[in-house]
């Protein structure tokens, strides 16, 4: 097969990678256009197409560094706030969610515009918006009993609606710089184990991003991190994904619930791809002209004390109590979330080794209304 180069662009000062012929190249090009496109919300954003099995024109997306695709989640959340929160002074207290969203589909809002416009403004192909798609079709074959949520398609590894607008169909992005180099990502799970390809190597890249791993090649790295140790002490690494049931009022909940440890480098360094979080999300479901659907609706997420609205603690190592967690936002939305993310180079706790979680010291909070109402113990949670 015939091999074409990945160019780049003194303008533009990103790589490029060919649509139609897939490998990667530092040599100039007349004509890019068509393969490459930069974001006019993030000017450090680009968009292009690597040979990974789909035909989107823009499949992959280029982040200068680590550091700003994660402030370019916080950016868009807090878009998101913002679109939500305008449109939402605009509505009288007290009405239902039905009359929410005549309002809404009058006024042309939606709480996924700001995302929508993300992608679009990148012709880009996310996750977000596969997933969007499978969930949908999932939805439209459960009825009012109990749900085959081993089948839902939104639990994906990635849960985050917003990460997902920032990755591949198969959890894919290029990190660098045309100074330093570009490397290609492929997230495998929410643990730590990802591939990378180093070099502009366009053939590992498709191989890699169609699932194949080659063997003997430099440049494709395996990372797997070191587990963590959880004893009967502490817990540093929990998740729970559960369904809540309110028939009848017609009305569910998933919350999802989670902890992970810093990952990507070791201790010593400042190159942690994914920083320590705590998270907690809550997303609400209305069944409406017979079909349920993830619908705006009252919902709470928040992290915090055994008693409701008080703080909890979180603990470094089991040992040195963090300052005291209280996070807590009620919305009608589709989706509601709150995380707390602690790097261990901020300065203040410079030793970070993982968080952990004490029995009864931190709660997850879910609710949907003032019916459906969940506080759990992290510590209860499965590890894993």
Request: hydrophobic share 30%.
């Amino acid at each position: 097969m015939k091999k074409i180069l990945l160019k780049s662009i003194m303008l533009l000062g990103l790589v490029v990678v060919s649509c139609d012929k897939g490998e990667l190249s530092k040599e100039p090009t007349n004509d890019i256009t068509s393969f490459q496109k930069q974001s006019s919300l993030f000017n450090y954003i680009e968009s292009t197409h690597i040979n990974n099995g789909s035909d989107c024109t823009n499949n992959i997306l280029i982040f200068p560094t680590w550091d700003k695709y994660w402030e370019t989640i916080d950016q868009l959340d807090q878009m998101i706030d913002n679109d939500c929160d305008a449109f939402d002074a605009t509505v009288p207290n007290g009405i239902s969610d039905d009359d929410y969203d005549a309002l809404a589909d009058a006024a042309g809002f939606d709480e996924d515009n700001v995302l929508r416009k993300f992608e679009e403004d990148l012709e880009f192909c996310s996750l977000r918006k596969k997933i969007e798609s499978l969930e949908n079709n999932w939805l439209d074959q459960q009825g009012d009993g109990e749900w085959d949520v081993n089948a839902d398609p939104d639990n994906h590894f990635i849960d985050d609606e917003t990460e997902r607008a920032l990755l591949s169909y198969d959890a894919e992005v290029i990190i660098g710089n045309k100074k330093d180099g570009f490397v290609y990502y492929k997230f495998l799970d929410d643990e730590g184990n990802y591939i990378e390809v180093h070099n502009g190597d366009n053939e590992a890249i498709s191989q890699v991003s169609q699932g194949h791993i080659p063997t003997n090649n430099p440049n494709v790295v395996v990372q797997t991190p070191v587990k963590d140790e959880t004893t009967g002490q502490c817990k540093s690494k929990v998740k729970e994904v559960s369904y809540e049931y309110d028939i009848a009022n017609g009305k569910r909940l998933k919350r999802i619930s989670k902890i992970r440890r810093e990952f990507g480098a070791n201790y010593t360094s400042q190159t942690a791809i994914f920083k320590s979080k705590i998270k907690a999300k809550t997303k609400g479901y209305r069944k409406k002209n017979g079909r349920w659907r993830a619908r705006r609706t009252w919902i709470t997420a928040g992290i915090g004390g055994q008693v409701v609205g008080e703080p909890g603690l979180a603990y470094n190592a089991c040992d040195k109590a963090l300052d005291p967690i209280y996070k807590q936002k009620e919305r009608r939305r589709r989706r509601v979330k709150v995380k707390t993310t602690i790097s261990p180079f901020n300065g203040a706790l410079p030793q970070l080794q993982y968080l952990s979680v004490l029995e009864n010291s931190l709660f997850s909070l879910h609710k949907q209304g003032d019916v459906l109402i969940i506080n759990k113990d992290f510590y209860g949670m499965p590890v894993n």
